[in-house]
């Protein structure tokens, strides 16, 4: 099994910066990918961003490429999304995943087996 949690949400005014941060425990050798997807107020979950676990891939949704960036320190098991110029359309719970499966498409929500409990960010307009 692996275990994730998400930090660093919060709250911050439109075109503001947050870095969250999503530690991975546990069986992190049998990762492959993660990815972070959100949930906005009244909508489905959808797929942010995704990088494999050696940081060398790296996929983003449309509407976050050039503001957002993932990384991963490896020594410490942690993938971190920097999310700068945020818009009051990036308000939502951001989730944290983990997949062991090769060949996927990793911005289907449906591949990844681990999962965070989440973390709200807010951005006022």
């Known amino acids: 099994q692996v275990q994730l949690v998400e930090s660093g949400g919060g709250l911050v005014q439109a075109g503001g910066s947050l870095r969250l941060s999503c530690a991975a425990s546990?069986?992190?050798?049998?990762?492959?990918?993660m990815a972070w997807f959100r949930q906005p107020p009244g909508k489905e979950r959808e797929f942010v961003a995704h990088i494999s676990r050696s940081g060398g891939n790296t996929d983003y949704v449309d509407s976050v490429k050039g503001r957002f960036t993932i990384s991963t320190d490896n020594a410490k098991n942690t993938v971190y999304p920097q999310m700068n110029s945020l818009k009051s359309e990036d308000t939502a719970v951001y989730y944290c995943s983990a997949t062991g499966r090769l060949g996927v498409n990793y911005s289907y929500e449906r591949y990844y087996d681990y999962w965070g409990q989440g973390t709200q960010v807010t951005v006022s307009s």
């Open positions: 546990g069986r992190t050798f049998s990762t492959v990918a």
